[in-house]
């Protein structure tokens, strides 16, 4: 769909279209897991921020696991050589690495000793923030990892306390899940984004690896037979008081294949399990009609799929229309802007982040 299409339908669609022009900078948020080699590879002129993939507690302090970890991060901090305005972020956690968070942030002492650690890092490598990708305060998360109710707490005292630690130019982030049980339960909202810069709300993964049921794992809107989605996250923070301007919604380099159960239509919302992944720099080879896939576009969730009835494989991702319309929807909606999981899934040039930046 070309641009000039995808605005006038953001008008008629969206519940919450405002006026384009804001004082607030728009933001396009990379993260990257990739070796040293090839961070210099993308086009990362295109990001306002780029945030380094994953430091990790190490008692309770941050730790940058590797000589290679380092020398990324330093590859990271040299592109603002040529790119003065690039934010430079560490990151904490991830997916299966906030094992101790809950236990290390129920502490006076423990959330000290993590935000002075975080201070001595960023000074050490001359980074400009960091990013709390703990899944999940106050709720289940990954398997075996502990959580309690006082993390909700717990976690605005963090905040803050990196806050009076690290002033008032810091970038402070955290991933936040796009999904209603995280956002009702997990973060005390009025009082977190006192001390935020923004949030990085993973509006992705939506439907995902423990799902018994098929759907799009990052579709922009709710369809009737699924209620999760982009706008319905950024609806329920607005509603929680989060200003517009910290709400950075995410979007997916790349898919999830389901396997659909026998007996079953290939299709959307149908019984299926989680088969296997796949990055969008292969997306053509790995939906091609070569490889039995027929690509299909819901013009409801406004979002793509693919159907292989022979492998009974679904597969659900972002593509090129789909980020369009994302980036669309947050300038149009005068929200923080948007961010993406992860660099190494594009291509070195023309490809999603492309879109991105040409699409705000």
Not at 253 to 277: A, N, T
Not at 289 to 315: C, H, Q
Request: aromatic share 14%; proline share 4%; glycine share 8%.
């Amino acid at each position: 769909m070309p641009l000039s299409r995808i605005i006038p339908f953001l008008f008629l669609n969206s519940l919450l279209v405002i006026p384009l022009f804001s004082q607030t900078p728009f933001r396009i948020v990379g993260y990257y897991a990739g070796p040293s080699t090839l961070v210099d590879s993308f086009e990362t002129d295109k990001l306002t921020h780029l945030i380094f993939c994953f430091g990790h507690l190490e008692g309770n302090k941050l730790k940058i696991g590797s000589a290679e970890d380092s020398a990324t991060i330093k590859k990271m901090v040299q592109l603002k050589v040529n790119h003065p305005e690039l934010k430079i972020m560490l990151s904490l956690g991830g997916w299966s690495g906030c094992k101790t968070c809950s236990d290390v942030f129920n502490t006076e002492d423990g959330r000290e000793d993590f935000v002075l650690s975080v201070k001595d890092i960023s000074s050490y490598f001359k980074t400009d923030g960091i990013d709390l990708d703990w899944e999940y305060p106050a709720i289940k998360g990954f398997p075996g990892h502990m959580y309690r109710p006082e993390d909700k707490t717990n976690f605005t005292a963090l905040l803050k306390e990196l806050r009076q630690v690290n002033g008032k130019n810091f970038q402070i982030s955290f991933a936040a899940g796009g999904f209603t049980t995280y956002i009702d339960s997990s973060i005390e909202w009025k009082e977190a984004v006192k001390y935020s810069s923004f949030i990085n709300v993973m509006t992705y993964d939506l439907v995902h690896g423990y799902s018994k049921v098929s759907g799009h794992h990052t579709p922009l809107y709710s369809t009737p037979q699924q209620i999760e989605s982009t706008q319905h996250a950024v609806q329920m923070l607005l509603h929680a008081s989060v200003p517009a301007s910290q709400i950075v919604i995410g979007a997916a380099f790349y898919g999830r294949f389901f396997q659909i159960d026998e007996g079953k239509p290939v299709d959307l919302y149908q019984p299926c399990h989680f088969s296997h992944g796949f990055s969008s720099k292969f997306m053509s080879d790995s939906l091609s009609v070569e490889n039995g896939f027929e690509i299909k576009w819901d013009n409801a969730a406004k979002a793509p799929y693919a159907i292989n009835t022979k492998r009974r494989l679904l597969a659900t991702y972002d593509d090129p229309q789909s980020i369009a319309l994302k980036t669309q929807y947050a300038v149009y909606n005068k929200l923080g802007g948007i961010m993406f999981w992860q660099l190494m899934d594009d291509k070195f040039h023309g490809g999603l982040l492309q879109v991105m930046y040409d699409s705000k």
